[in-house]
C-alpha cells in the first residue's frame, strides 16, 4: 500500500488540568526532514516525540507544533548576563567622560540592551504531561495515517491506470517491431532500384543477408523485455507494503532510458509515436511519484 506524503492531523486533549494540543504538516522532500516546535519549558519532551514520528514516517517534511497548558500556568524566571551588563556600563561612562556629557549613565539604557536580561527556561515537571503527550500525539499520528492513506490509495488508482496504458505502449512496441525485418528488406529493394532505376538484377540471398543484418542491428527485443521486467516491478512494489517513493522514481528513469533506446534503434515512424506517447505517460506517472513516501 503507498502512502501520500502530504497531509495534515490535529488533536486537542485535556488531562488532569493539562491541556496539549498537537498539529502536523507533511510535505514532500526527498528525506526525512523533520521540525518540533515545543515550548521552551518541555524542549526534553522533543526527543520522545521525533523518535514516534520517525518511527512511522520514513520520508518528507513534517512540521510539528505542540503546545501545552496547565491550570497553574507556567512560572516566570529571568537571568542577568552580569559580565556583560558590567561591560556595556563601563563602556557607557567612558563615552560619557570622553564628551564631557552630563548625563548619567541609567538603569533603562543597560536593561534596554540585548542579551544583558534573558528569560531562563524552567524546566517543567513530566510526570503528568507525558502521558498527556503520548495518547494525544498518538491519535494525531492515526488521524495523520488516515489521511495518507487516503491519498496514497487516490494516487496509486491513477497509476494504476497509466501503468495499464505503458503496458499497451510495450505490446503495440513489440507488435510492430516484429515486422521490422520484412519492411528493411522492402525498403532496401526499393533503394537499390531508386539508385540503379532497376538495371541490375538484384541478388536475393545478398538482400536477404543484409535485411537480417540490419534487423539484427536495430533489434529491440531486450529493451522490450526489460521495459515489461519493470513494469511489473512497479506494480509489485505498488502492492507492497514498504515505503516505494524512491524505488519507483528510479524504475521511471529506467523505463525512459529503455524508450530512448527503443526508439533511436528502431528507426521507424510508427514505433518512434508510440514511444513519445509512453514517455508522456511517463511524465504525468514521475509527477504523481514525487508524492509517494
Do not use: W
Amino acid at each position: 500500500m503507498i502512502k501520500s506524503m502530504t497531509a495534515f492531523a490535529s488533536e486537542t486533549q485535556t488531562r488532569n488540568g493539562i491541556t496539549l494540543s498537537i498539529e502536523i504538516r507533511c510535505y514532500n522532500a526527498r528525506h526525512l526532514d523533520m521540525a518540533i516546535r515545543l515550548p521552551a519549558a518541555h524542549a526534553r519532551l522533543e526527543d520522545f516525540v521525533r523518535q514516534k514520528v520517525s518511527g512511522l514516517i520514513q520520508r518528507g517534511r513534517v512540521e510539528i507544533r505542540i503546545g501545552i497548558a496547565t491550570e497553574a500556568g507556567e512560572s516566570a524566571s529571568f537571568r542577568v548576563n552580569e559580565s556583560l551588563a558590567d561591560a556595556y556600563y563601563h563602556v557607557l561612562n567612558r563615552i560619557r567622560d570622553r564628551y564631557g556629557l552630563a548625563d548619567p549613565v541609567t538603569l533603562a539604557q543597560i536593561a534596554g540592551t540585548s542579551g544583558i536580561i534573558e528569560p531562563e527556561d524552567v524546566a517543567a515537571d513530566m510526570t503528568d504531561i507525558q502521558p498527556v503527550l503520548e495518547e494525544t500525539l498518538s491519535v494525531c499520528l492515526e488521524n495523520l495515517e488516515k489521511m495518507r492513506e487516503t491519498e496514497g490509495y487516490a494516487i496509486a488508482a491513477d497509476l494504476a491506470g497509466r501503468t495499464d496504458k505503458i503496458a499497451q505502449h510495450i505490446a503495440q512496441v513489440e507488435e510492430k517491431a516484429d515486422g521490422l525485418p520484412v519492411l528493411y528488406k522492402a525498403r532496401l529493394e526499393n533503394r537499390i532500384n531508386e539508385l540503379t532505376h532497376g538495371m541490375v538484377e538484384i541478388d536475393p540471398g545478398r538482400i536477404a543477408q543484409e535485411a537480417a543484418f540490419l534487423a539484427d542491428k536495430c533489434d529491440i527485443s531486450e529493451e522490450i523485455t526489460r521495459a515489461k521486467s519493470h513494469l511489473d516491478q512497479f506494480r509489485q512494489l505498488m502492492a507492497g507494503n514498504a515505503p516505494a517513493g524512491k524505488p519507483l522514481n528510479f524504475l521511471l528513469q529506467e523505463f525512459s532510458r529503455e524508450f530512448n533506446t527503443m526508439g533511436s534503434k528502431a528507426g521507424n515512424a510508427e514505433i518512434s509515436h508510440v514511444i513519445v506517447s509512453a514517455k508522456t505517460e511517463l511524465e504525468k506517472i514521475r509527477e504523481q511519484v514525487q508524492n509517494i513516501e
